[in-house]
């Protein structure tokens, strides 16, 4: 079984510009999650998709930030404009019902 | 107040003994309890998962769970070290999952 698939792996961007990320869930999973994780701390979930809908995006900053999950399957995070803050790794996860997740590998975003 | 606290460590222990990393969380309405190893530049995996009070064994891996204290418990028997890693306490609490800060532990050769 295929796991997590998560692109680009590293961007490097200058702050004041856009940068998007994509992710291609386990075939299956319904349930696909973006998360932030500064270093040293824990993953802060970013956004929750259930199928193509939002479950919860309380903690994504809808100013700057913003993610799709067009049919159900792939989606992407966009980050318009970077911030020197938003140096981070973005994760994304998938679960079935079973509510275990799996990671993808991440994309290390530093802004400069 | 923090979902879920963990001591961040660093925590060392020798080849061969029993690393215990504790975590607690703050709602009692939380329903599943998970650890994942993440090693320094990946991307967390998931180790064990519990749901029910008392222990839960997989290999060297023995996840413990106490609902009344808000407590689980992750003990690695036999440290090897490559053991050493970041280990992430999660909880999922309703549909949403909360992760501890991490504890980083490493097992001295």
């Known amino acids: 079984e295929a796991g997590v698939a998560q692109s680009p792996r590293y961007k490097i961007i200058e702050k004041r510009q856009s940068v998007a990320f994509w992710c291609n869930p386990i075939?299956?999973?319904?349930?696909l999650y973006w998360y932030q994780q500064i270093l040293g701390q824990g993953p802060k979930l970013l956004i929750q998709?259930?199928?193509?809908?939002?479950?919860?995006d309380s903690q994504l900053p809808k100013d700057r930030f913003s993610a799709e999950r067009l049919k159900g399957v792939d989606s992407t995070l966009k980050i318009q404009p970077a911030k020197l803050e938003d140096s981070a790794v973005y994760l994304c996860?998938?679960?079935?019902?079973?509510?275990?997740?799996?990671f993808g590998p991440g994309t290390r975003l530093t802004v400069l | 107040q923090k979902e879920v606290e963990q001591n961040s460590g660093p925590l060392s222990v020798p080849e061969g003994a029993i690393a215990s990393l504790n975590c607690t969380y703050s709602?009692?309405?939380?329903?599943?309890f998970f650890w994942y190893r993440q090693y320094s530049g990946k991307s967390p995996e998931l180790i064990m998962s519990?749901?029910?009070?008392g222990d839960k064994e997989d290999g060297r891996f023995t996840a413990q769970l106490n609902k009344a204290s808000q407590y689980v418990s992750l003990l690695i028997r036999d440290s090897q070290p490559s053991d050493s890693a970041t280990y992430l306490c999660?909880?999922?609490?309703?549909?949403?999952?909360?992760f501890g800060t991490g504890t980083s532990l490493t097992v001295i050769p």
């Open positions: 996860a998938s679960s079935s019902y079973t509510d275990t997740q799996y």
């Open positions: 075939s299956g999973h319904a349930t």
């Open positions: 998709f259930q199928n193509n809908g939002v479950v919860d």
């Open positions: 709602d009692r309405g939380s329903q599943s």
């Open positions: 519990i749901y029910s009070n």
């Open positions: 999660a909880v999922l609490l309703g549909n949403q999952f909360y």
